[in-house]
């Protein structure tokens, strides 16, 4: 382009610039921000290690090759969670089997400061404390996105998502679904706050014991390596949240929400869209504790710890062909590294 639209100039750094400046820069080309998500340490020791190695070749691919096998494994997390994502989109998956597939997070909580307006911007009002809202949205794929925000003197725990996470099964049931034939798999990221804790693991367990879910999968993805689509819809909605001035109590951040729903080109596979104010959550956890005190999962956290966990009744993994057992766990899914 240089050459053919600056036939006479010779090719220098400022004929590139101005190219650069009136063909592609913000119109075909964006320059992402650094992302502010934590980096995986895993990835940030091989990198360092190699940067040292420069001056041996052999021990820079061997590093290289170690690296290489790292990510080759979170990759193959990442495929087992499109599989399944894909199959909650047509409703079946390969086999034929019913299958809806959720995945669960929170959002930052800086962006959720309340109130919000311009007035705090006065020097008077710069060092004025405000309480900050918790998020946590649920996306069935193919189904529905529901977002729930509470107060600050709501704990964050188990009980919040299991309450989250029956409220969705409740509402899919509303809409039609018989639960009883789904196969569930339920995705997040290694965070105990949100679906790696044995509470969840009993809900979801118990679940299936009486009936209600078929099959369910916790499955998380590897820890550094946990951001995806949810996170993507995040950062839309913070930027605009961030176009929202005035926000001065919680329902006016729901009102900002609903608005945000309404653009059709946010999760357009997901056509049906809740936004609820939690105002109270059950002690799910306690509840569970009593039923199951004896039943719990060992080091479900940690380095190390498994990512896939799967939930069946003994009587179905018979029929479906699988070994007497209830409760198989793979280090990876699509491996089956360390299975117990
Ligand atoms: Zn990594």
């Known amino acids: 382009m240089m050459v053919s639209k600056y036939p006479d100039e010779g090719i220098t750094l400022k004929l590139f610039m101005r190219v650069w400046e009136a063909n592609f820069f913000g119109a075909v080309l964006k320059i992402r921000r650094a992302s502010q998500h934590k980096k995986c340490s895993e990835c940030t020791k091989h990198k360092f290690i190699i940067k040292k190695l420069a001056h041996n070749r052999a021990a820079m691919q061997a590093q290289a090759k170690l690296w290489n096998e790292h990510l080759s494994l979170q990759y193959r997390d990442r495929v087992g969670y499109w599989n399944m994502r894909a199959a909650s989109r047509l409703g079946t998956d390969a086999s034929g089997r019913k299958v809806i597939t959720l995945i669960c997070d929170s959002m930052d909580r800086s962006k959720w400061s309340v109130p919000r307006s311009a007035v705090l911007e006065a020097k008077e009002l710069a060092g004025l404390q405000r309480p900050n809202l918790d998020l946590t949205c649920i996306i069935v794929h193919g189904q529905c996105v529901a ?26 049931t509303q809409q039609g679904y018989d639960l009883r034939s789904y196969e569930c798999s339920l995705h997040g990221d290694n965070c105990s706050k949100e679906i790696k804790s044995n509470s969840v693991a009993k809900f979801l367990a118990l679940m299936v014991a009486r009936s209600r879910l078929r099959k369910a999968h916790i499955q998380t993805l590897m820890t550094g390596h946990s951001h995806g689509d949810i996170d993507q819809m995040f950062s839309l909605m913070g ?37 609820e104010r939690v105002s109270q959550v059950r002690d799910w956890k ?15 956290g940690g380095p190390g710890a498994p990512h896939v966990y799967t939930f069946q009744r003994a009587g179905d993994a018979q029929t479906e062909g699988g070994k007497y057992m209830t409760l198989k766990v793979y280090r990876h899914r699509l491996l089956g590294i360390g299975k117990k």
């Open 239 to 275: 930027s605009y949240l961030a176009t929202q001035r005035e926000l001065h109590d919680p329902s006016e951040f729901r009102e900002a929400v609903v608005r945000f729903f309404a653009n059709n080109s946010v999760r357009p596979a997901e056509r049906l869209r809740l936004v």
């Open 286 to 300: 306690s509840w569970l504790h009593l039923g199951a005190h004896k039943s719990f999962l060992k080091g479900m």
């Open 147 to 172: 977002a729930f925000f509470a107060e600050p003197s709501i704990t964050k725990g188990a009980s919040w998502t299991i309450e989250l996470l029956a409220h969705v099964f409740h509402v899919l």
